[in-house]
């Protein structure tokens, strides 16, 4: 069994729960606000990520949890976890923004070393990796983890003209899951302060799938192929 961590904004809640359930019939538990696990076997993890990834509103990204920890010197990489680590892949690694500029160095340098020494055929590829490791700290800990997906999803196709007064896909989506709008039959939707439509665009997409040329390059086909 794996563990995967799901992320999205603090303020969502049980709705959260409640599209996962709906999405793949699976119950994911909160750990803390914005954060969400549940333990899948292998052979599930590709088609619950593909599921999330064609359907969710409502996910910002999913990770596969490698290990937990309180330091980095008490950190230990189980070599054993997944065999397609231990081919010739490519990798990254990352810290959240929770740390300061000088913290992620030394923490990236040091974990980064773990990293290679548990898995000797890995190869840096900080551009372009096909598994990409991320520290996360939450529920005060720190979290080993991969980026399954490795973009936000609400980083959408359609958004083609992005600007900083741009608002989350996730806040429209929400919403409409509060006023609980779920059928495009049941959708009038005026939004008098458009700007760039997000409000319309994701209304107009309820309910239909977003990130299909995406499904063969996800870093989850990399550890679990179907």
């Given amino acids: 069994m794996q563990t995967i961590i799901i992320k999205t904004k603090p303020f969502v809640d049980v709705h959260i729960q409640k599209e996962v359930k709906k999405i793949t019939n699976k119950s994911i538990k909160i750990i803390e606000k914005g954060f969400y ?6 052979e599930e993890i590709t088609p619950f990520i593909s599921e999330l990834t064609f359907y969710s509103r409502l996910i910002e990204r999913i990770y596969l ?3 937990e920890f309180n330091s980095i010197e008490n950190l230990k990489i189980n070599s054993n976890i997944h065999e397609s680590l231990n081919n010739d892949l490519t990798f990254s690694l990352r810290c959240e923004k929770s740390f300061t ?4 160095q030394l923490i990236e ?3 980064g070393e773990k990293i290679l020494k548990s898995f000797p055929r890995l190869i840096v590829n900080l551009k372009n990796p096909e598994l990409p490791f991320k520290i996360l700290t939450f529920n005060n800990k720190n979290y080993l983890t991969i980026d399954l997906i490795n973009f ?3 980083k959408r196709h359609h958004k083609i003209n992005l600007s900083s007064t741009t608002i989350s896909s996730i806040i429209p989506s929400y919403l409409f899951q509060l006023l609980n709008l779920n059928k495009e039959d049941q959708l009038s939707i005026l939004d008098p302060c458009a700007n760039l439509g997000e409000v319309i665009i994701e209304a107009g997409l309820l309910n239909k799938p977003i990130h299909q040329k995406l499904r063969l390059t ?8 179907i």
């Fill in 37 to 42: 696990e549940l333990k899948l076997k292998e």
């Fill in 65 to 67: 949890k490698i290990e």
């Fill in 101 to 104: 500029q000088e913290d992620h």
């Fill in 109 to 111: 340098k040091k974990i």
């Fill in 152 to 154: 936000k999803l609400t």
């Fill in 218 to 225: 996800l870093p989850s086909s990399k550890l679990f192929p």
